[in-house]
């Protein structure tokens, strides 16, 4: 009885122990989840915070990235306005704002060594953002041989020599050890006056501006039976340069240039053409043969029209009162002059143009071409001469040649100048356009602007050396001697003659970077016994004397004797003379004599020269970039 009294005790005992244990397990599960949840709640604020404070964050970012690109195009169009302004010829301030947003532009335009630099600043709400536009006004020409000779030919005597290739319009002529280092090639005879012309242009014939006109021809007929060599058209273009056009000369059929078929092929290059109208040369890569007293078309050949890049062709009309207008011929237009049966419109207008074309045979006579097995000869007629590699020609004799002789060859085609004369009058007006000389009874010669005499004359003498000069035109003379030195910062328009010697330096500024610089002269040049020429520094800048005189003898356009040198003579209607161990690193003109240990020495960067220009050539964009404020 008591025992069994004592077990209901113990499990009464165990019934409250196990109540009062799942009591408190149950109290401390509460504790936890009430625990957790508050972590929950909390870690959740902290979240809501932590994004409210992110997305305010990005709110205030997005908000700043806003006004910083708001700043960046009103950057924009400020350079964009700025080079729209220049571009067509419009009035540009040297500073000036442009307003947008509520807000503005401060926009800088400054000229830098034949540049112009165009910055543009904005600042919306603190964000300041800036950008730069470096335009280049370049003319570039590509020197591609140590000389380059028109019609009448070069001449080598007395141990003179060419390090380099020779590519010439008219005959060589080599005596007493005289060589060429490199190939020689001499294009078939071309004449010296055009055999149909029309100069007279008293009115505008636009080509490639719209697609009813994008291709145009003008009739000729010729007054001999010969091969077309060259062409020359008196053309401008826009401010935007087109692209390069095919020209051609076809037969007539009835009345219009004949579809399809070419009697002459060249390439007009578009880098030659300038803004103002000036005559641009065009040779034949391969022509037939055109038959005295027929009709032929001198067809501009272009691919695409363009409203804003276009050529302007100089014209005048058929029915001149004064009796210019060219009888045998006449201008049409078409959108397609190679299609079948295509649309040609006439204008009653004559295009100004020449046509040269084929009269002699020429030669390589004497001397050495090449040299250590490289080398080739190209020319109708090499006699007496040593070639180290290959020949090509139609006649030989007396001639040992290292390589393959290749008779029957074709004779090469005359190569233009790479400097057209449209180009040359743009070098001409980038002088011009900084005003001529001061001209005094007594001028002093390192006066800043400078001062010439009475008769338009500079002279730079003795060991003076004259402030950054350019562009400027000297109406008369320009003469500089013994040891002075002239600091070039532009173009320089030449008048009357150059004398340089003894010592003396021009070179350029150093704000010309990689870009050459050019004196135009338009009398004769003579420099003697040492007188240096040289770029900005920079290994791509040249410095080059250019003449326009037509002179070939008594004297030369271009003389250089006594040890002078030069960088880059360019005789475009006379004659170079070099003599007495005088040298140079390129020629260009219409005759080049060599004599007396005279040397060229030819440098691969020739092939790609820049020269500084003015406003009115063109600017074409180097660099555009975002800038630190």
Request: charged share 15%.
């Amino acid at each position: 009885m008591e025992l069994r009294c004592f077990g209901e005790n113990i499990k009464g005992r165990e019934k409250v122990f196990r109540g009062n244990a799942g009591q408190a397990s149950r109290q401390t599960s509460g504790q936890a989840a009430l625990i957790a949840v508050a972590l929950m709640l909390f870690s959740m604020m902290a979240l809501i915070a932590a994004a409210s404070t992110l997305a305010l964050s990005e709110s205030k970012i997005a908000e700043l990235n806003y006004q910083s690109n708001r700043s960046y195009f009103l950057a924009e169009s400020g350079l964009e306005d700025a080079l729209y302004r220049l571009m067509r010829g419009k009035p540009t301030p040297a500073s000036y704002s442009l307003s947008l947003y509520g807000e503005s532009a401060a926009i800088n335009v400054s000229d830098a060594g034949g540049q112009k630099h165009i910055t543009s600043a904005a600042n919306l709400s603190g964000m300041e953002r800036a950008g730069k536009i470096k335009l280049i006004n370049a003319l570039g020409a590509s020197f591609r041989y140590g000389a380059q000779v028109g019609y009448l030919g070069l001449e080598m005597k007395n141990h003179a020599k060419i390090i380099g290739s020779v590519y010439s319009n008219g005959s060589i002529d080599m005596e007493n050890q005289a060589s060429i280092t490199g190939d020689a090639w001499v294009a078939g005879g071309t004449a010296s006056t055009p055999n149909q012309e029309q100069t007279s242009q008293t009115s505008d014939l636009n080509v490639r501006d719209v697609s009813s006109r994008r291709d145009a021809a003008q009739s000729f007929v010729p007054t001999i039976t010969a091969e077309p060599r060259k062409i020359a058209l008196y053309i401008k273009r826009t401010a935007l340069a087109p692209s390069d056009a095919s020209v051609r000369i076809v037969a007539d059929e009835n009345g219009r240039p004949e579809d399809g078929n070419a009697i002459a092929n060249g390439n007009l290059n578009a880098s030659n053409v300038t803004t103002n109208y000036g005559w641009v040369e065009v040779t034949f890569n391969s022509a037939g043969l055109l038959t005295q007293g027929t009709t032929y078309w001198l067809v501009m050949d272009n691919s695409s029209d363009n409203a804003s890049r276009y050529y302007i062709w100089g014209g005048n009309p058929e029915a001149d009162a004064d009796g210019n207008n060219y009888v045998p011929g006449t201008f049409k237009y078409s959108p397609d002059w190679s299609n079948n049966s295509p649309t040609w419109t006439s204008a009653a207008y004559d295009a100004v143009f020449k046509i040269y074309v084929g009269e002699t045979n020429t030669f390589i006579e004497g001397g050495t071409v090449g040299q250590g097995g490289v080398g080739d000869a190209h020319a109708h007629t090499i006699r007496d001469s040593a070639i180290a590699h290959d020949a090509y020609y139609q006649t030989i004799s007396n001639t040992t040649v290292g390589g393959t002789q290749y008779s029957g060859s074709s004779n090469p085609a005359p190569q233009n100048f790479p400097i057209s004369q449209a180009q040359i009058d743009q070098f001409k007006a980038d002088g011009d356009a900084g005003g001529a000389c001061v001209m005094k009874q007594n001028p002093n010669p390192i006066a800043n602007p400078i001062e010439c005499d009475l008769d338009g004359d500079y002279t730079l003498d003795g060991t003076l050396v004259a402030i950054t000069t350019g562009p400027i035109r000297i109406p008369g003379n320009l003469k500089i001697k013994n040891s002075a030195t002239l600091n070039m910062g532009g173009t320089i328009h030449v008048g009357g003659k150059l004398d340089l010697g003894n010592d003396c330096t021009i070179k350029l500024s150093s704000s010309y970077g990689s870009l050459s610089g050019v004196i135009v002269v338009d009398g004769t040049v003579e420099i003697e016994n040492k007188c240096d020429l040289l770029g900005s520094g920079d290994p791509q800048s040249y410095f080059m004397i250019l003449t326009t005189s037509p002179q070939i003898s008594g004297p030369a356009a271009i003389k250089l004797k006594n040890h002078a040198s030069s960088a880059i003579l360019y005789a475009s209607e006379g004659a170079i003379q070099m003599e007495n161990q005088s040298g140079l690193k390129e020629a260009v003109g219409q005759k080049l004599i060599l004599e007396n240990e005279a040397t060229v020495t030819y440098e691969t960067g020739l092939q790609n020269v820049n020269f500084s220009s003015g406003p009115s050539g063109g600017w074409e964009i180097n660099g555009w970039e975002e800038i630190v404020p």
